[in-house]
């Protein structure tokens, strides 16, 4: 059994969790995930202004502090951290092994930055950043040559485990079931504790006040059972686990460049307190293609956040509207006006008795959106709607980032290990492949008899939690109990989550029904826009998403309640 635990979900998620998982248990890896499609573009700035930066710096300062109990404790290390940058940040931890007196072999992973080739592999002009999401035998490489710590760029978020595991128990690249296995325990762990009770849909039913990190105990044969230290806050349940598994991803299956698991495969199994047992995992040979992220700057963006206080609410808003809009020259090319109703009537205080009104625009060019918005809105403050104010005074507007997946075939990447002698040992692609197609819906399950019914809050009944894929989000919703799953998988059609979300109305919905996880998942093409980073949405990576399904009232079987 090998023993991984997680303690970086997020680049700036809770600095003290390397000490805490360090120095609450036993562990054979620790593993720490810092990258995302936003956190890309911000190492990418971060190397324009420094060629030397390019990393995520929060990490080396874990390290300051937790070098010295890694080795004492024998627990090896692996992380993403190196974002556009690992060969700095490997020079950077060498250097601070030599002045703590640490002995330290440190590996890392090459081939995943593009943007040296970009011309070469028919990529667009004018990138920030460009990096394929390598896959775990980079890693497996580096740790069989005995590398104490091992620093990647872009990879999988799964092969931080998936690596580690191949590594240990010797897998080879045929041994398919195994690899899904260890991908699906990766994927729990990646989002570190959204595992044990974080970001958790029943969060009242567990104290989650301050959750302890995920761990999973892998077996030769990919199972695994997810847990944590003891004593840590948080839970680990079946349904903690299973809205993990539902976050960001799509359908059955779930594609890597080692492998697809299917996710209709996955079962699970409460193995005690605190623990959850991961089997039946199945595997297929992995597409041909690789996902590679592309950043760039996609021009301007600025904000406005007028108070509207009191009555006529809309008036007021329709009145700025047209004030504003007259006002601007030049005129951005996007304008959206968003107007959030938090006022109350009769309302004891001023803030409840006020709305927002935001506008957002956007622009390829900084003079529509700066000091042109600005004054337009300013000259207002004397000339418009009654009680007229700002959360904030504009500021000249930002360059904002966009984000794109392309995929490109897995034969032309250059994946390396980079071991702690500085020698490089070329990772070859899959061997075999297999082309990524949907797989038929499974049939459902028998539909609950008739009867009475209560207009009620569709989150008595069913957890949810969602998430962004570029500009696509991810809805998953899973019922607790089996009577649950049989209403849920005849009840929450594409039409009903269009009619309950308007945002969603005219937007391409694709529904996946995973019955083991009691569970059906939504990809929703388009919501976000052109990803995070562009912040084209009140909620630019959809995370509360599946917070507003549950709060959306239905008619609901009174059996059920």
């Known amino acids: 059994m090998l023993r991984i635990g997680n303690a970086s979900g997020f680049y700036g998620d809770r600095f003290s969790a390397f000490r805490e998982m360090l120095t609450g248990g036993p562990l054979d890896v620790l593993t720490g995930d810092y990258l995302a499609e936003l956190t890309m573009l911000i190492l990418a700035r971060d190397r324009l202004k420094d060629h030397q930066l390019g990393y995520a710096r929060t990490f080396l300062r874990q390290m300051e502090e ?12 692996v992380v993403n951290a190196g974002g556009l940058n690992p060969a700095r940040l490997a020079d950077a931890l060498h250097e601070l092994a030599d002045k703590q007196g640490i002995p330290l072999r440190v590996g890392r992973v090459a081939g995943d930055d593009l943007l040296p080739r970009a011309a070469e592999l028919g990529l667009p002009d004018g990138l920030l950043a460009a990096n394929a999401y390598l896959g775990a035998y980079g890693i497996a490489e580096c740790l069989r040559a005995g590398a104490d710590l091992v620093v990647t760029g872009r990879v999988t978020d799964a092969a931080l485990v998936a690596g580690p595991a191949a590594a240990h128990f010797g897998w080879r690249p045929q041994d398919l079931d195994a690899l899904a296995g260890a991908v699906v325990a990766g994927h729990v762990l990646e989002c570190g504790a959204q595992a044990t009770g974080g970001n958790y849909a029943f969060f009242r039913e567990h104290d989650v006040r301050h959750p302890g990190f995920p761990i999973a105990e892998i077996e030769a044969d990919g199972s695994s059972v997810i847990t944590k230290h003891p004593g840590t806050g948080g839970a680990v349940t079946v349904e903690t686990v299973t809205a993990q598994l539902l976050y960001e991803t799509a359908g059955a299956r779930y594609a890597g460049p080692d492998v697809t698991a299917r996710l209709d495969s996955v079962r699970l199994s409460q193995d005690g307190p605190d623990r959850v047992r991961i089997t039946g995992v199945t595997g297929e040979q992995p597409p041909p293609t690789v996902k590679v992220g592309l950043n760039r700057l996609g021009g301007w963006r600025n904000e406005v956040v007028f108070v509207l206080t009191g009555l006529d609410i809309e008036a007021k808003s ?54 042109a918005l600005s004054s337009a809105a300013v000259e207002l ?15 000249p507007g930002a360059p904002y980032g966009v984000f794109e997946a392309v995929h490109l075939d897995a034969r032309a990447l250059a994946h390396a290990a980079v071991l702690p002698d500085g020698s490089s040992v070329p990772v070859p692609p899959p061997a075999a492949t297999r082309e990524l197609v949907p797989l038929e819906q499974p049939p459902l399950p028998q539909p609950l008899p ?15 939690r969602s998430g962004d894929k570029g500009g696509d989000a991810n809805l998953g919703v899973w019922a607790r109990t089996e009577p649950g799953w049989r209403w849920l998988a005849h009840t929450l059609t594409v039409d009903l989550l269009r009619r309950l979300l308007p945002e969603t109305a005219d937007l391409d919905i694709t529904r996946h029904l995973l019955p083991n996880l009691r569970a059906v998942n939504f990809t929703i093409e ?36």
Do not use: M, N
């Not at 937790?66 to 290390?77: D, F, K, N």
């Not at 008739?450 to 949810?464: D, I, K, N, Q």
């Open 381 to 395: 403050g004397l000339a418009g709607y009654p009680g007229f104010h700002l959360t904030a005074p504009p500021g």
């Open 450 to 464: 008739s009867g009475p019914t209560r207009r009620a809050p569709l989150g008595l009944l069913v957890g949810a």
């Open 66 to 77: 937790c070098l010295g109990l890694a080795h004492e404790a024998g627990v090896r290390i």
């Open 318 to 371: 329709a009145l700025l509207q047209e004030q504003l809009e007259q006002a601007l020259e030049p005129r951005p090319a996007e304008l959206r006006w968003t107007l959030a109703r938090t006022d109350h009537p009769d309302a004891d205080t001023e803030e409840t008795a006020s709305a927002l009104l935001r506008l957002t625009v956007r622009d390829a060019d900084q003079r529509p959106v700066g000091r």
């Open 526 to 561: 388009g919501l976000l826009g052109e990803g995070v980073a562009a912040q084209a949405r009140f909620d630019p990576q959809a995370k509360a998403l599946g917070e507003w399904l549950r709060a959306r009232h239905l008619d609901l079987p009174e059996a059920l309640l």
